[in-house]
């Protein structure tokens, strides 16, 4: 799902779109949580998310791609293979 572009705060996008993968372009970034950009892209499932990326990478030479959720949801449970298991 393409989003409207506009300037937007890591606080923003948790608070708008909870556990979804976002795309920022033109962004700012000084920390972990302290980025704010534009949204380009927005979508729960990750592989849908990367295939609308795909789609709109020709036009931008840098994109922040992140996660709104916890990505480790589990400590018991590898990292990796819980990343590699998100929608």
Do not use: C
């Amino acid at each position: 799902m393409k989003a409207k572009e506009h300037k937007i705060t890591w606080q923003e996008l948790v608070k708008n779109f909870p556990d979804e993968w976002v795309a920022l372009v033109d962004y700012t970034q000084k920390g972990a949580e302290d980025i704010e950009g534009t949204l380009v892209v927005h979508h729960p499932d990750r592989k849908k998310f990367h295939k609308a990326v795909g789609r709109v990478i020709p036009r931008y030479k840098d994109m922040a791609l992140l996660y709104t959720g916890e990505l480790i949801k589990n400590p018991e449970i590898p990292l990796l293979w819980q990343i590699s298991h998100t929608n």
